[in-house]
């Protein structure tokens, strides 16, 4: 049976971890280079922008960004497949 591209897709944690040791590498050789404070400036611009954007596409795959879409995102996206435990306290 052939897989669909939506079945091979990994999980926003993987996708995290994956991307920490490249960009723990790369903080790393740019503090080296440019100095720690100049890094971890340009560090904190950029993972701000790419949370924004991140975000932006979440609300739009999710059609709106009310707490309705972000518990769904919670759910199906940061919590999928037992990354994350959730506990409803009302």
Known sequence: MKKKASDLRITHLKCREIQA??????????A???G???T????KK????DAIESEKKL???YSGNSMRELSK?????WA??????????R
């Not at 950029?46 to 922008?49: E, F, G, H, R």
């Open 36 to 38: 720690s404070d100049k």
């Open 73 to 77: 995102i919670v759910k199906e996206v």
């Open 21 to 30: 040791s490249i960009v723990s590498s790369l903080i790393q050789g740019f």
């Open 59 to 61: 609300a739009q795959e």
């Open 46 to 49: 950029v993972i701000s922008k």
């Open 80 to 89: 999928k497949y037992g990354a994350m435990k959730i506990q409803i306290i």
């Open 32 to 34: 080296e280079e440019i």
């Open 40 to 43: 971890i400036e340009v560090v």
